[in-house]
């Protein structure tokens, strides 16, 4: 029997991108359309499925906002939020969510795959930062599959590169739950008390039959613990 495998979503699963992420896409908005987004308003777009790509929702919610911009400038104005000069990113505010050992002690029960919606090179960045001694393999970013959350296509590479393993995927959003179900791998939903829209997560990771959900990576243990 080849060890099981817990696939790892990025973003709001390993890393907390409350302060990175979440708060480019408000800063984004806010620069084209001079109204400030409430975190709940962009996690009731997360909730409603469809939107993993923060390009894309940013983009669709300066739109809706009656602002016709270009997708390239809204996404270049992005992402120099989020790298900014290399030194005054929101990529920097970015929080490792494992406590010490955490990871390391769960790495002795599965071997460690991760499958984001990030490009590969910024999910690589990020896991030299914070985690450089575990290995997570394979990576699949953004560019590494032609369809995107919520379908599979990601996750089942990974999985037909394991047969015969028993594979989990760990996310955070109603896709990643549904992209887990279409794979046919179970789910572990992440809903933190702390999100906007915790009870409807949490509602919305049942629906999907979710096998467990916990509020951070940190309890993952307990749901394998015999
Ligand atoms: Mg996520």
Redesign the pocket.
Known sequence: MSQPILIF?????LVD?TESYRETIARTVEHFTGRRLAPAEIQQFKNQGGW?DDWKLSHHIVAEAGVDTPFEQVKVHFQSIFHGNGTDGLMLREQWVARPGTLEKLNRQFRFALF??RPKWEAELTLQRFAPELEFSPIVGMDEVRRHKPDPEGLLQILDANPGAKAYYV???VD?ARCARAAGAPFIGIAPPSNPLYIDLVFLFQEQGAYAIVDDINYLEEVFAE
């Open positions: 979503d990025m973003d709001g699963v991108v993993n984001t919606g996310g955070d959003t990643d």
